[in-house]
C-alpha cells in the first residue's frame, strides 16, 4: 500500500530540508507540487505531477493508493498551517497521510524581526477576503501577520487601514521571499506602501505603536472641526471606544455652542466631543467628567496632544461629581454608568435658561427612559436616528462598513 508523505519546503529548496526528509524525497515514486517546488530537484528520476488543477491531481493520487508507490506531495512551509494540508485530509485517508512541516513564512518573519509571536493574530488573506484583517485592526490588536495574495498585496492592506481611520498606529514590516538569497525584509509607513510593488511571496507584519500626547501630530494642519479618529489617543483595550466623527459633527451641530459659555460632557471617554468643542470655542469653558483615573488621564494626555487649554478633566460619577461644577449653559451625556435618570434629574436642576441638553444613546432602553423622562418633565426635544456607513476598499472593489446605530436627544426647557 502507498504512502503519501507531506513534505514541506522553504525558498532555500533542498537545502533546508533534514537528512531525513531529504531521503524521502529521494525515495519516492511520483513526485507531485508546483512548478515551482518540483524545480527545486530537477535531477529526480520519479515521474512528475504538477498540482496545477487540484481536483485533477487528487483524482490521480487517489488511483495509485492501492499501489505500493512512494508518493510525496511538495508543499510550501508547514501544510497544516493555512496550507494545503487541510485539503488533502479532507480527500484522501487520513491515516495513509504523514506530514513533515518546514518553517512557516509567518514564523520566519517574527524571527527576523526579532518578536516574540505567541501572541500574534495570524490572519490569511491569500484567496480569502479583508473581512478578519479589518476586525483586528478595529480591535487594535499588538501583532497581526498577514498571510497576502496577488490581490491582497501589501498595497491593498495598506489601503485598507488608511480608509478605516483608526485610533491605532502600526508599523507595516513586508517580509519579501523569506528563506531565500533575496530575502527582504522593510519597514514602512502605511501611506508609502500605497504605490510600492513587492515580490509576489511576502508577509506583512504590522507592530502597533505606542504614541504619546505629542508625537506624530501636527496640529496647524487638522480641520477647526470634525477631527478623525486617528487624532486621538484611546484605551489600549478599547481602542475604538470613542465618538465617531461623523457623530461628533452632528452632536457638536445640536449644542448650538456659542463663545463663553460653561459646557458639561458627561462620560467623556477619550475626550473627542470636549476637545472639539474646546477648539471651537477656545473663550468657553469645559468640564469634561469621566468615572476612572486612567479615563481622566487619557482626556489629559489628548488635551495635551491637541494643544487645547479650556477642557478641565474630572474623575468621578455623575451625579455627584457635578454638584460643584458652575452651572452650564450646554451639556452633552455620552455616557451615564447606569445613573442615566438621577443624571438627567440633576442636570435639569442645574441647567441655565436657554440651555440645550444633547444625548447620545446606543440602546433603546436608554432611549425609552429619556422620552419618559422628558415627556415627565415637559421639556421640548427632538430626535435624530443615526446609522452611517464608511465606505471601505476591499482589494479592488469597494464596499460600505456601518457604524453602530446611536440616536441624538436634544432636549430644552419649554
Avoid at 533546508?16 to 529526480?44: K, N
Avoid at 502597533?208 to 486617528?230: C, F, H, M
Avoid at 458627561?266 to 470636549?274: E, P, W
Avoid at 488635551?303 to 452651572?327: E, W
Wanted: hydrophobic residues 45%; glycine residues 6%.
Amino acid at each position: 500500500m502507498s504512502e503519501i508523505n507531506v513534505v514541506g519546503i522553504g525558498l532555500d529548496g533542498a537545502a533546508g530540508l533534514t537528512a531525513s526528509v531529504r531521503e524521502i524525497v529521494a525515495g519516492a515514486t511520483l513526485l507531485v507540487g508546483s512548478d515551482r517546488h518540483l524545480t527545486y530537484f530537477p535531477q529526480h528520476p520519479a515521474p512528475r505531477l504538477v498540482l496545477g488543477d487540484f481536483s485533477t491531481a487528487i483524482t490521480e493520487i487517489c488511483q495509485r493508493l492501492d499501489t505500493s508507490e512512494a508518493i510525496v506531495i511538495l508543499v510550501s512551509g508547514d501544510p497544516l498551517f493555512f496550507g494545503l494540508g487541510r485539503l488533502l485530509l479532507s480527500k484522501l485517508p487520513p491515516a495513509k497521510l504523514r506530514f513533515h512541516p518546514h518553517l512557516a513564512s509567518v514564523q520566519l518573519a517574527f524571527n527576523r524581526l526579532k518578536v516574540p509571536w505567541q501572541d500574534a493574530k495570524i490572519i490569511s488573506a491569500h484567496g480569502r477576503s479583508l473581512e478578519n484583517l479589518c476586525k483586528a485592526l478595529q480591535q487594535g490588536l499588538d501583532k497581526i501577520a498577514v498571510l497576502t495574495d496577488g490581490t491582497n498585496t501589501p498595497s491593498a492592506i495598506a489601503n485598507l487601514y488608511l480608509a478605516l481611520d483608526l485610533p491605532t498606529y502600526y508599523d507595516f514590516w513586508v517580509c519579501e521571499n523569506l528563506g531565500a538569497t533575496e530575502e527582504k525584509v522593510n519597514c514602512y509607513s502605511p501611506e508609502s506602501l500605497i504605490t510600492q510593488s513587492f515580490a509576489k511571496l511576502n508577509v506583512v507584519v504590522l507592530l502597533k505603536r505606542e504614541l504619546t500626547a505629542q508625537n506624530e501630530l501636527n496640529v496647524k494642519e487638522l480641520p477647526l472641526i470634525g477631527l478623525p479618529d486617528s487624532t486621538f489617543l484611546s484605551l489600549r483595550d478599547r481602542p475604538g471606544l470613542m465618538t465617531k466623527r461623523e457623530i461628533r459633527l452632528v452632536i457638536l451641530g445640536e449644542l448650538a455652542l456659542q463663545s463663553r459659555q460653561i459646557v458639561w460632557d458627561i462620560g467623556a471617554g477619550t475626550g473627542s466631543v470636549a476637545i472639539e468643542i474646546a477648539r471651537l470655542c477656545p473663550t468657553s469653558e469645559i468640564y469634561a467628567i469621566e468615572k476612572t483615573a486612567m479615563g481622566k488621564a487619557l482626556i489629559e494626555q489628548n488635551c495635551q496632544r491637541l494643544q487645547v487649554s479650556n477642557v478641565n478633566s474630572l474623575r468621578g460619577t455623575a451625579p455627584d461629581i457635578l454638584t460643584y461644577l458652575p452651572a452650564p449653559n450646554r451639556i452633552f451625556i455620552g455616557g451615564s454608568g447606569g445613573n442615566l435618570e438621577s443624571i438627567l434629574d440633576f442636570c435639569a436642576a442645574k441647567l441655565l435658561t436657554k440651555g440645550i441638553l444633547v444625548l447620545a444613546l446606543a440602546t433603546l432602553e436608554h432611549l425609552n427612559l429619556t422620552l419618559n423622562w422628558l415627556q415627565k418633565h415637559a421639556w421640548n426635544y427632538r430626535i435624530l436616528q443615526l446609522n452611517i456607513a464608511r465606505s471601505t476598499p476591499i482589494a479592488q472593489l469597494t464596499r460600505f462598513s456601518p457604524l453602530n446605530p446611536v440616536t441624538i436627544v436634544t432636549a430644552s426647557r419649554k
